[in-house]
């Protein structure tokens, strides 16, 4: 991403059509990037445009090549993994709220358990609702795919060891709404 998150375009100072480039949190946070579906998301759509007027990055700068809107495009089907290509860093120090829970549980999970939709009479639309579900704790079975849980997110692949890791370290933290 180092072609979009840069000082006048969508790093927090400039924050263009108010998507913000620069880490994991807020890419999920601010790029409507739909797991699995490279066709439905806007980040990838933006940067296959062939118009362009309409493409990202602008001209001047050239388009990203087709090398790096494979990686991108393979990157959203295999479920917009909070990874890197050694999988070595994962941050368990500082979990928070807002940077590292709310975001996956707004990308994998609302769409069935939230506002009519409440699958399994589980709600997860704002942190009063996940810190209960998670003090029950249905919600570390329900992601570690443990016995007794239902395995979540349903019919989608389990998330990835390091999300996995940093949700247990929230919850361990007594659930904050940081
Ligand atoms: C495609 C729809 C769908 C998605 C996406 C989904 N769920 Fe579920 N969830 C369900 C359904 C349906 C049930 C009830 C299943 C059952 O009772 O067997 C359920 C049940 C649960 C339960 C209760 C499990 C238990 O055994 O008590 C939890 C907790 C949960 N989901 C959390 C999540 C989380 C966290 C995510 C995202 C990582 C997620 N769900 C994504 C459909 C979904």
Not at 24 to 37: E, F, H, K, L
Not at 42 to 52: A, Q
Not at 53 to 71: T, V
């Amino acid at each position: 991403m180092s072609s979009c998150g840069v000082a006048g375009c969508h790093n927090p100072g400039t924050a263009e059509d108010g998507v913000i480039l620069i880490d994991y949190a807020s890419i999920m946070q601010t790029a409507d990037v739909r797991p699995g579906n490279p066709e439905g998301s806007d980040l990838y759509e933006i940067m296959t445009e062939s118009d362009p007027d309409d493409r990202m990055p602008p001209p001047p700068n050239q388009p990203l090549n087709a090398e790096q809107i494979a990686r991108i495009e393979r990157w959203i089907l295999q479920g917009v993994l909070d990874n890197n290509c050694e999988n070595s860093q994962c941050d368990t120090l500082n979990i928070t709220f807002g940077a590292h829970i709310f975001p996956v549980i707004q990308n994998t999970c609302l769409g069935c358990h939230s506002g009519s939709v409440q699958s399994g009479g589980v709600q997860l639309t704002d942190h009063s609702q996940i810190a209960e579900v998670a003090a029950s704790s249905r919600l570390l079975g329900a992601i570690k795919h443990l016995n007794g849980y239902s395995a979540m997110s349903q019919n989608g692949a389990q998330l990835n060891q390091c999300i996995i890791t940093q949700f247990e370290k929230w919850i361990s933290d007594g659930t904050p709404n940081n």
